[in-house]
T-cell receptor
Framework: RKEVEQDPGPFNVPEGATVAFNCTYS??????FFWYRQDCRKEPKLLMS???SGNEDGRFTAQLNRASQYISLLIRDSKLSDSATYLC??????????FGAGTRLTVKP | GAGVSQSPSNKVTEKGKDVELRCDPI?????LYWYRQSLGQGLEFLIY????????KSGLPSDRFSAERTGGSVSTLTIQRTQQEDSAVYLC?????????????FGPGTRLTVL
């Protein structure tokens, strides 16, 4: 079993749609959680950290369920510029991060 | 300020040759990571350096892979006797170790093609 598993995608949605990505992790000792964004043929960049109480950054909402070992990312009012691959990242210990394979999103006009 | 840089950006080599990939982390970042990303796949952790501690080599796929970090800054990933399955993008990342925050900043990667 992979340490971090994500929806395989791809997700193809129209502009303005709401889309949600899911991620599960296997190590119950995981401490920190993140979503990274990777544009085509570019390096990954941090989108947002995921906090236990859930957190929101503009159109993006991240949630964590430790009991189910589950993380989610919700994108509201999708923009064309949101098209990218979204990587779920889990840290077991300080500065040791494991990446999911990513979920590809395409937002169409 | 300057981000993480990697060189070369592209490398084409013949099977069986050795290659060296270089990473210059962000100045002051104590942690440095190497990852490998094959086409359409996620990031595969290779090795992690933190300050003067012994590196975490648990992700290196075989003994043909090695890495070093000189002076706590620049790192070199060496692949000996390259194989076609080594073809991938090799990404380096660095971070400033803090208990409450450890965002990794990635370099643009080196695209390795083994013929």
């Amino acid at each position: 079993r992979k340490e971090v598993e994500q929806d395989p995608g791809p997700f193809n949605v129209p502009e303005g749609a709401t889309v949600a990505f899911n991620c599960t992790y296997s190590n119950s000792a995981s401490q920190s959680f993140f979503w990274y964004r990777q544009d085509c043929r570019k390096e990954p960049k941090l989108l947002m950290s995921v906090y236990s109480s859930g957190n929101e950054d503009g159109r993006f909402t991240a949630q964590l369920n430790r009991a189910s070992q589950y993380i989610s990312l919700l994108i509201r009012d999708s923009k064309l510029s949101d098209s990218a691959t979204y990587l779920c990242v889990v840290s077991v210990r300080d500065n040791d991060m494991r990446f999911g394979a990513g979920t590809r999103l395409t937002v169409k006009p | 300020g300057a981000g993480v840089s990697q060189s070369p950006s592209n490398k084409v080599t013949e099977k069986g040759k050795d290659v060296e990939l270089r990473c210059d982390p962000i100045s002051g970042h104590t942690a440095l990571y190497w990852y490998r990303q094959s086409l359409g796949q996620g990031l595969e952790f290779l090795i992690y350096f933190q300050g003067n501690s012994a590196p975490d080599k648990s992700g290196l796929p075989s003994d043909r892979f090695s890495a070093e970090r000189t002076g706590g800054s620049v790192s070199t990933l060496t692949i000996q006797r390259t194989q076609q399955e080594d073809s991938a993008v090799y990404l380096c990342a660095s971070s400033f170790r803090r208990a409450d925050y450890n965002e990794q900043f990635f370099g643009p990667g080196t695209r390795l093609t083994v013929l």
